[in-house]
């Protein structure tokens, strides 16, 4: 399976941009996917993430901001960021994920990233 992230950009702080993540396979090939992010000189972090039932879970950095989304025949997964803040300034990762002992784990499935910048 291959992972193509797009969508990323400069935004300044207070706007939205919507990451899109396109797999040439089912995107729901393992327990779910999700969206990491990892800012400059940070550890990558899972941000959000969707279950083939649709259950959504987010950091509480991007909760009530962020929404995850899924379009099953287009095989993409979606990201949408609003309100944005410079903290999130980050590449963003899409990952094929299973879940094990009670929480979602990545995969070897890694798109190749996608950078935003929140600046004004």
């Known amino acids: 399976v291959q992972l193509q992230a797009s969508g990323g950009g400069l935004v300044q702080p207070g706007g939205s941009l919507r990451l899109s993540c396109a797999s040439n396979?089912?995107?729901?090939?393992?327990?779910?996917v999700g969206w990491f992010r990892q800012p400059p000189g940070k550890q990558r972090e899972l941000v959000a993430s969707?279950?083939?039932?649709?259950?959504?879970n987010y950091a509480d950095s991007v909760k009530g901001r962020f929404t995850i989304s899924t379009n099953n025949a287009k095989n993409t997964v979606y990201l949408q960021m609003n309100s944005l803040k410079p903290e999130d300034t980050a590449a963003y990762y899409c990952?094929?994920?299973?879940?094990?002992?009670?929480?979602?784990?990545?995969?070897?499935?890694w798109g190749q990233g996608t950078l935003v910048t929140v600046s004004s």
């Open positions: 396979g089912f995107i729901f090939s393992y327990d779910g």
């Open positions: 969707i279950g083939s039932s649709g259950l959504t």
């Open positions: 990952n094929l994920l299973v879940w094990s002992s009670g929480r979602y784990r990545s995969t070897d499935y």
